[in-house]
């Protein structure tokens, strides 16, 4: 009589829950944002489409390309055990230099930053790849050191070749990007357990490195001093951020409504890409904005679920990297877009225009599920 109460009970259970396991949330979770994103990506981008492609669905066609180029890139990740990636990381990785090579030499330049390769409407940017490879190294480097219970180094080859692939992207200049390739493995060679004095050494060589590469080009140091006081250079250096606070303000509670918004209309740059959810919070407003902060803290809780279920040490410091990767570009967007981080040109994922960009993010959802759907076969 109490395993059928418990059966019903348990039955009961399942009927309230929007899906079965971690994966079909975090599936869930991404066709959210996907949907979210493609109609923020038109409503944030017809005005600029109009006025220079005389086409109010230039953006919109191409992100819509770029879900269906991303859906498969997240098919084939979903079916690959994760592990066969491991074995092809060399090669990976080699591909991943080279075209950061081949971007620097023949790349196509844009607004003076020299990141994508292609040709004509064909273009994708290499050193968005190199975000998910830094972690696949990373994760790699990590298992087999916890496997071999051996300590965590910090000057080791992978980590040497992180660090080109970092120096390759900044040359581009991509400090944003740079710093997401090398950031990300630093978090997780700390979470994974790092002796508290290295992690202080750490520390230590990642401010010196950003000062460095602060006084390499001096605009970032007047975009560092204007996050504090925006309004100080309002027309200049801060004028991105005060356009951003602008739009955010004025969507109140409800916001002003989708395709309303008039930040868009040549008072916001990159209204599209990189200030992509101020458009989003002028439109749908603060309830809008909180319930895309609990889709990315739902994110980061099922991810760390299915990174407790992963059957390895290297499917657990993957997903992890993976959760990194995802839940701390969607902070540093937020931060930034919010005035709390100076302007580095990070992506708010999904919400935020972006090919190469869309397609990783993706890429690296379907791996973080095979590691969940090959750790629940596990139990």
Not at 39 to 45: A, D, Q, R
Not at 125 to 142: D, G, H, N, R, W
Not at 294 to 323: C, K, N, P, S, T
Request: hydrophobic fraction near 55%; charge should be neutral.
């Amino acid at each position: 009589m109490a395993e059928k109460n418990d059966t019903v009970k348990n039955s009961a259970e399942d009927k309230k829950r929007f899906w079965n396991n971690d994966m079909e949330a975090i599936i869930g979770i991404m066709v959210v944002l996907i949907i979210l994103g493609t109609i923020n990506v038109f409503s944030s981008s017809f005005i600029l489409a109009e006025t220079q492609y005389d086409n109010p669905y230039f953006f919109l066609q191409r992100h819509i390309a770029n879900v269906v180029a991303g859906l498969i890139a997240f098919i084939i990740c979903f079916r690959v055990d994760y592990h066969i990636w491991r074995r092809f990381i060399p090669f990976i990785l080699i591909g991943a230099l080279l075209a950061l090579l081949l971007v620097l030499l023949v790349g196509t330049e844009v607004n003076g930053a020299q990141r994508w390769l292609g040709y004509g409407s064909l273009q994708v940017q290499p050193a968005e790849f190199c975000k998910l490879v830094s972690i696949m190294i990373t994760a790699a480097y990590l298992s087999y050191q916890m496997k071999k219970e051996r300590p965590i180094e910090i000057f080791t080859p992978q980590l040497a070749i992180i660090g080109a692939m970092f120096v390759l992207t900044e040359l581009e200049p991509d400090m944003g990007t740079a710093s997401i390739i090398a950031g990300i493995p630093v978090v997780m060679l700390i979470v994974a357990g790092l002796d508290k004095k290295k992690v202080l050494y750490l520390i230590i060589g990642v401010l010196v490195a950003a000062a460095g590469l602060i006084a390499y080009q001096p605009y970032r140091l007047e975009r560092l001093k204007v996050t504090f006081d925006p309004w100080s250079d309002a027309q200049n250096v801060g004028y991105q951020t005060v356009q951003s606070l602008s739009a955010i303000g004025s969507g109140e509670l409800t916001g002003m409504g989708l395709g309303v918004g008039v930040s868009k209309y040549d008072y916001l740059p990159e209204a599209h890409t990189d200030f992509a959810f101020a458009i989003f919070c002028q439109e749908n407003g603060f309830l809008g904005a909180i319930f895309v902060f609990m889709l990315f803290a739902a994110f980061a809780v099922y991810a760390a679920r299915i990174a407790g279920i992963a059957r390895d040490e290297y499917g657990q410091i993957l997903a992890m990297g993976i959760m990194i990767l995802i839940v701390g570009q969607a902070i540093g967007n937020l931060f930034m877009v919010g005035g709390m981080f100076p302007v580095v040109g990070i992506p708010l994922p999904f919400i935020s225009y972006g090919g190469t960009s869309l397609i990783v993010t993706m890429a690296a959802i379907g791996i973080l599920v095979n590691i969940g759907r090959l750790g629940k076969k596990k139990e």
